[in-house]
């Protein structure tokens, strides 16, 4: 999305139009950075969110004074038969249970529990607010000025006026870029969670081409993109559901870090290092959340239902397979 929007740009301004290279360019952009991991990651993205988000206020500045805010807000809704409420609403939740594993790769640096929890509520808040309410404004503006339906502010303000254009090119681009280096790093980190040997930047690199073999494909991602927000959360919900499980309610919120990283006392070792009990719930749940969203939708959506069964599922099953107690003198949990 970041090289389309950024060829739509380079197009206004000169004629030249090459989205295949474009799309390289911008994943390169991203596996160099995520390569060189978390702390330069951390000083890139202070100022590639400083940047973005002054574009934005000239990107809505220029929308503003171009078009015709009042028949924005006076603007009525178009039925669409095809995302109703609750679609719509398991749509946005299971894109914030997506998040969440990879939040964890990074709020693991944070000096503070309190601090990382306050900084990413505030933070994923008003990025989401900022993002969604300029796809909106674009979106209307695009219909009430008798365009093709876009969410792109490029291809919006581009062709009158190719400056802007760019600015608006370049807001798309520094989301990409800031959010896939994050996401490129969280999937190194988790490979490297299992495969504990490898080198950082070799992994990140070999994840990173593959990513942009990927990208490639961006006519088929971008077509089949409500479908894979809906498949994440098919597949994130009973995983975060089994965390939070798993962590307040039978640990009680107590986890002894060291342990967890050295194994020193097998105390989360389950069965040769692997909770079994953990994979049949995230099946039970992952199944469950297929089937009443693709084969038999509910009136009321899966996300939340899917939660709360794998919770129910997972505490159920651990407590009754006694693969957990919890030492009440000590406040300590132990597997057995």
Known sequence: MGALSLNQAVFYLTGYTNINLFTILTEALVVLLAMYGHRVIESAEKFIVSLMVILVVIVFGYMFIKFDAGSLIQMTTIDNTSITAIVAFDIVVATVFSWMLMVSDHNCHCKTE????????????????????????????S????????YDPTVLIGESNPVFGLVAALVIFISVVSTNTM??????????????????WKVALTIGIICICGALLKDWLLSNFQGFLIMI??????????????????????????????????????????????????????????????????????TIVTFLLTCVVYSGLMKVTGKIRVQEESKESEVI
């Open 143 to 150: 219909l009430l000025n008798n365009m093709t339906r876009t």
């Open 183 to 200: 996401v490129l790093y969280s999937a190194t980190i988790s490979y490297l969670a299992i495969f504990k040997k490898q080198r950082f």
């Open 114 to 141: 309190k601090g990382g929890m306050i900084g990413t509520y505030f933070g994923f808040s008003t990025a989401t607010i900022i993002a969604m309410t300029l796809g909106a404004t674009v979106s209307g503006f």
């Open 233 to 302: 959360g098919s597949l994130f919900i009973p995983v975060v559901s089994i965390m939070l499980t798993d962590y307040y309610l039978l640990k009680r919120s107590l986890y002894d870090a060291s342990e967890i990283i050295s194994g020193e006392n097998k105390l989360y070792w389950y069965r040769n290092g692997i909770n079994y009990v953990a994979y049949i719930s995230f099946i039970i749940g992952a199944g469950f959340s297929y089937y009443f969203t693709y084969v038999q939708p509910l009136s009321i959506g899966t």
